[in-house]
């Protein structure tokens, strides 16, 4: 069992910034990429960002490409997610989410083991 847990969500103005950070604790001597997946009231949960184990390969949905940036401490069993320049479309959950034995990245929800419970943000006009 991993265990995940955001942290760092709120409410900012648009074109602010947020650092969302997702805690792992249990089982995390497993190798696991981290994806971090957002949901807006009445939508699908939907990919945002993923990161493989080394940190070396990295993935962004086209909507926030040159605007968020993810990134990874195994020592501290951390995983960030940095979002800049916020937009009030990108109001959501953000949940994080870890897939075991994974040394890519994956887009696939179903790939995904393990969630946190989710952290608001909320990004006003």
């Known amino acids: 069992q991993v265990q995940l847990l955001e942290s760092g969500g709120g409410l900012v103005q648009a074109g602010g910034s947020l650092r969302l950070s997702c805690a792992a604790s249990g089982r995390t001597y497993s190798r696991y990429a981290v994806g971090w997946f957002c949901q807006a009231s009445g939508k699908e949960r939907e990919f945002v960002a993923g990161?493989?184990?080394?940190?070396?390969?990295?993935y962004y949905v086209d909507s926030v490409k040159g605007r968020f940036t993810i990134s990874r401490d195994n020592a501290k069993k951390l995983v960030y997610l940095q979002m800049n320049s916020l937009k009030p479309e990108d109001t959501a959950v953000y949940y994080c989410?870890?897939?075991?034995?994974?040394?890519?990245?994956?887009?696939?929800?179903?790939?995904?083991?393990?969630w946190g419970q989710g952290t608001q943000v909320t990004v006003s006009s």
């Open positions: 990161i493989n184990w080394s940190g070396g390969s990295t």
């Open positions: 989410a870890a897939a075991l034995g994974w040394d890519g990245v994956t887009t696939d929800r179903s790939e995904y083991n393990y």
